[in-house]
């Protein structure tokens, strides 16, 4: 259900890649020598009372709970579309400024929870948690919600479900970890609206991008996925004929999805649980279609032929608004073609491929 984010993998996302791989690796060598682990354990008491700033570092970046490393793992690999939308630069931006504000809001927070339960905090969890949480605001705020199915008939399952049960479960898994997430939901908020034009100071400097597309891009940097290698650069019959057939299933797959919007709004759902619109399969999904109710020749021609790309009339308002976003106006001409001008459906659309 990590349907947000495409399957291109960490294609155009290299601080994402970095962040994946330097983090994670230096977490399990703490792992193995733990006697260095005291290095990197966030204590609030040492940084205010003995002044150790180097732990405010240290501290919080690299996790030591196994759990805590992969559960923001798979929360940074999801979302690594804002860093292939916005660009690395501003992605890396986000997460400075944030990473500041919630180191602020760390103490704050400590402070208050002393003040109001006489209670004195002396550590906190540690890694790059605060700043992962912040992100789910722009998540939250920018990312379109596309219905899956319904449990009981009453909820909801979305494209973004999962991502937010991967949250709750790092949010669950110590004690004081709801003090890193306030933290982070905190920042996030205040450097995205840009208050005091926080974004105009706390920033990643042109020179320092520069210096990391130059010795750092090349390393962290991923191939193109060959599925989207252009058919005249040489490729093989068979990746030829790989990306035919997936263009076929896209088109199919928006196809069905309006189709399956025009039937849920006529009859509710059967049983507890739809898997079949869950896990559609990719090869077969003309299979595993739910039955339908017998139409007239001109409509069912229509519901089962793919949606054209060429002849649909383009709003050019949505236009604009895609482009904006990042994406370029010949993707998004065809994504809103094919989505019947649906901006949402675009979007998810544009957003997985």
């Known amino acids: 259900m990590f349907t947000t984010t495409g399957s291109r993998g960490l294609y155009k996302a290299p601080l994402s890649k970095s962040l994946l791989l330097v983090l994670n690796g230096l977490t399990v060598m703490l792992t193995l020598l733990p006697r260095y682990q005291d290095l990197f354990v966030y204590h609030l008491q040492a940084i205010t009372q003995e002044h150790q700033v180097w732990r405010l570092l240290c501290g919080r970046l690299v996790c030591l709970d196994i759990k805590d ?26 997460l400075f400024g944030t990473w500041c504000l919630s180191a602020l809001m760390d103490f704050l927070l400590a402070k208050a929870f002393q003040f109001l339960f006489d209670y004195e905090l002396e550590e906190l969890p540690s890694g790059l948690l605060a700043p992962v949480f912040s992100l789910f605001v722009p998540f939250y705020l920018s990312i379109p919600r596309m219905p899956v199915t319904q449990v ?24 004081f970890m709801w003090l890193l997430a306030l933290s982070g939901l905190i920042s996030g908020g205040l450097y995205h609206s840009s208050v005091l034009r926080l974004q105009k100071i706390l920033f990643v400097p ?39 057939m997936e263009l076929l299933d896209q088109q199919l797959l928006l196809a069905q999805y ?3 919007r025009r039937n849920a709004r006529q009859q509710p759902q059967s049983g507890l649980l739809q898997w079949t619109r869950l896990f559609p399969s990719l090869r077969h999904r003309g299979q595993n279609r739910v039955p339908v109710q017998p139409r007239p020749q001109p409509q069912e021609h229509q519901s089962t032929q793919p949606p054209s790309l060429d002849n649909s009339p383009v709003a050019e308002e949505q236009v604009a608004r895609l482009v904006e976003m990042g994406f370029s106006r010949i993707d ?13 459906m675009a979007t998810n659309f544009l957003l997985q491929h």
């Not at 690594?80 to 931006?93: P, W």
């Open 258 to 260: 309006n189709e399956a």
């Open 332 to 344: 998004a001409l065809e994504a809103l073609r094919a989505s019947n001008n649906d901006i949402n």
């Open 69 to 94: 490393s992969f559960c923001s793992s798979l929360l940074i690999y999801n979302f690594r579309i804002f860093e292939r939308r916005f660009g690395t630069r501003k992605f890396a931006s986000f």
């Open 206 to 244: 042109a020179w320092v991008s520069r210096i990391g597309q130059y010795i750092l891009e090349p390393v962290f940097s991923s191939s193109q996925p060959t599925s989207e290698t252009p058919l005249g650069m040489g490729a093989t019959l068979d990746v030829q004929r790989q990306q035919r």
């Open 152 to 175: 009981l008939g009453r909820i909801h399952i979305t494209n973004k479900s999962l991502v937010y049960i991967v949250g709750l479960q790092l949010l669950t898994s110590s004690p």
